[in-house]
């Protein structure tokens, strides 16, 4: 049976070498049979359904992956350039509404009473006093023009503006170099940000949408917003904020997904 | 020529495939089978093309956030292991002595062989110059997959790497088209070795001793 002719080449010998080795190699692969090869692969294959269905949720492969999640929260927090700002946009490239995000469907959405409304602050904070949605909303604001990524893949460009989380952090004479600042929210949702992020150039205490009070489904009077974190992130319907030292779970954290969460 | 790796002896001979290299290929396959299995789950979260959704029995993690933990689990075993890999294969010499060099014309050749069903099989320690391609062919798009993942990973700390690929979406979209090579890849390739299975036997068992130069090809296989 004659085969194609070698190519020419610089790094192969001209004289050829002992192919012995080759033909003793050969009856070993030759018992290699090929039934049991196809049985293994099934077998591989039905393995890998399997996980599809319930091994990733088991205690011992969660822990294993969840003590990877959080190794991921330390790379993460090392990737993180305080001063580089995300690209911003232009008043024309605006969505308006913005889209919506919650654990829930935004006919579900219960609005905030804003009148009866208050900021509580608690933990690492010199006045502790809270807030009415009138006084914040009287606060010097900042505009950012920024792209909202969803953890599920979406995104889109939104007009935000609001103190700056920095500047009333400094007002409320707040322990800047605590770890996390926590959000509890009228809906039950929490969240916290590592300070890094808290403080940030483009994140804000935001209260105003393309210039308009923000809406109910979006987080009236009051919620979060960073140019650097996945929209869930993102508290809306802020109720009290903590400086705090000590790591609280988060609603989204305690179900499995990535904490630190950064863009 | 040499191989470092390899205790110089007398026969001078080693596997073909090297214990590290099955070690480190095998690591492969299940970093990737991970990711693919995981990706098409982050992907059902948000597809990008209406008609196709992967159907859950295919797709990794029971919910979206277990798709993730698995995603940036096996984001690690492929990245350290691909970094070893591509150390050892300059560092030994195997990528220069298996993979190069790649003439358009030996490939023309070996399409033609292939479609007459006259391609060589007989000697395993040879790469012919389709194989060649692919190889190189495919961790080449590996390595552009690890970029499109890195870009919608951290579309804000990389967004010069994520402007490359026409912003967060157009990352997707790449790091989807990546995917899809990287299965037709498995596909193509894997259904020829099961036509070849000796491939395969080789992978896990080393196969058969070559020299330890550079082997002479035979001019023509009895």
């Given at each position: 049976m004659a085969i194609k002719s070698p190519s020419r080449s610089i790094v192969r010998p001209q004289n050829g070498s002992d192919q012995s080795p080759l033909d003793e190699g050969r009856k070993l692969v030759a018992e290699i049979n090929r039934r049991n090869l196809l049985r293994g692969t099934v077998s591989l294959g039905a393995l890998t359904m399997l996980t599809g269905c319930s091994v990733s949720d088991t205690d011992t492969v969660q822990s294993v992956l969840r003590a990877v999640s959080s190794l991921n929260d330390s790379v993460q927090a090392l990737l993180f350039n305080p001063n580089k700002l995300a690209p911003t946009y232009s008043v024309d490239q605006v969505v308006k509404p913005p889209r919506f995000n919650a654990?829930?469907?935004?006919?579900d959405v219960k609005p905030v009473d804003g009148k009866a409304w208050k900021l509580e602050l608690a933990g690492l904070i010199d006045n502790k006093t809270p807030w009415t949605a009138e006084q914040i909303y009287k606060l010097p604001e900042q505009e950012i023009i920024v792209r909202h990524i969803c953890v599920e893949g979406w995104d889109y460009i939104g007009q935000w503006s609001g103190v700056s989380l920095a500047e009333f952090l400094k007002r409320i004479g707040a322990?800047?170099?605590?770890?996390y600042i926590a959000f509890k929210c009228a809906d039950g949702y929490t969240e916290t940000l590592d300070m890094a992020t808290a403080l940030h150039p483009q994140t804000i205490l935001a209260t105003k949408y393309a210039r308009e009070p923000i809406t109910d489904p979006f987080g009236f009077p009051l919620r979060l917003r960073t140019s650097?974190?996945?929209?869930?992130?993102?508290?809306?319907?802020?109720t009290a904020m903590e400086v705090t030292n000590s790591f609280v779970p988060t609603y989204w954290s305690k179900q499995g997904f990535n904490w630190f969460a950064g863009l | 020529m040499t191989d470092t790796l390899t205790v110089k002896s007398t026969r001078r001979h080693r596997k073909l495939h090297p214990a590290a290299v099955r070690t480190m290929h095998w690591i492969n396959a299940v970093a990737m089978i991970m990711l693919i299995g995981s990706g098409w789950k982050i992907y059902n979260d948000e597809v990008?093309?209406?008609w196709l959704h992967f159907p859950d029995w295919m797709t990794f993690g029971h919910w979206a956030q277990h798709g993730l933990q698995i995603h940036f689990f096996a984001m690690w075993l492929l990245a350290i292991n691909g970094l070893c890999y591509l150390i050892y294969g300059f560092f030994t010499g195997r990528f220069r002595r298996k993979l190069l060099p790649i003439s358009p014309r030996e490939i023309i050749a070996d399409v033609r062989d292939a479609l007459s069903f006259k391609?060589?099989?007989?000697?395993?320690?040879h790469y012919n110059a389709v194989q060649k391609t692919l190889y190189v062919g495919i961790m080449l798009i590996i390595a552009v997959q690890v970029l499109s993942g890195l870009a919608i990973w951290k579309p804000v700390q990389f967004q010069e790497l994520l402007s490359l690929f026409y912003g967060f979406q157009g990352g997707r979209l790449a790091h989807f088209i990546g995917m899809t090579a990287i299965v037709g890849f498995l596909v193509i390739p894997v259904a020829l070795a099961l036509l070849v299975p000796k491939t395969i036997g080789a992978m896990v068992t080393g196969g058969p001793d070559v020299p330890d130069a550079p082997d002479a090809h035979p001019v023509a296989a009895q």
């Open positions: 654990y829930y469907e935004i006919e322990d800047t170099r605590a770890k650097t974190k996945l929209g869930f992130k993102n508290a809306k319907w802020i | 990008l093309f209406g391609l060589a099989h007989d000697d395993i320690t």
